[in-house]
């Protein structure tokens, strides 16, 4: 298992922007997945927002794309998540993960970070 922590959460009004940030210790982080999933207020299960599969293919949620773009620092063991053109159905907690081959069962997780976007 693999420990992430997670900053950069903040509010900012609609159409602003934000940088998550998400540190990693652990053994193998560059042959890991890793993405970013939130939960919205109300809900119940992590929603996948972006991923890097451990090839380096990225893949985004719809309510995401063009306006977010995930990277990663393998040296740094990091893991971005570029927020554009905020939204105030954005408003989450978000949450990052990492995983030996695919994401999935056997995911680490970061405990969040708040991301609110007034209107």
């Known amino acids: 298992q693999m420990q992430l922590a997670e900053s950069g959460g903040g509010e900012v009004g609609a159409g602003g922007s934000l940088t998550l940030s998400c540190v990693a210790s652990?053994?193998?982080?560059?042959?890991?997945?890793v993405g970013w999933f939130r939960r919205t207020p109300g809900g119940q299960e992590r929603e996948h927002v972006a991923s890097i599969a451990w090839g380096g293919t990225t893949r985004y949620a719809s309510a995401v794309e063009g306006r977010f773009t995930i990277s990663r620092d393998n040296d740094k063991k990091t893991i971005f998540l570029q927020m554009n053109n905020l939204k105030p159905e954005d408003t989450a907690v978000y949450f990052c993960?990492?995983?030996?081959?695919?994401?999935?069962?056997?995911?680490?997780w970061g405990r969040g970070t708040q991301v609110t976007v007034s209107s």
């Open positions: 652990g053994r193998y982080f560059s042959h890991n997945a």
């Open positions: 993960a990492a995983s030996p081959g695919n994401l999935g069962p056997r995911n680490s």
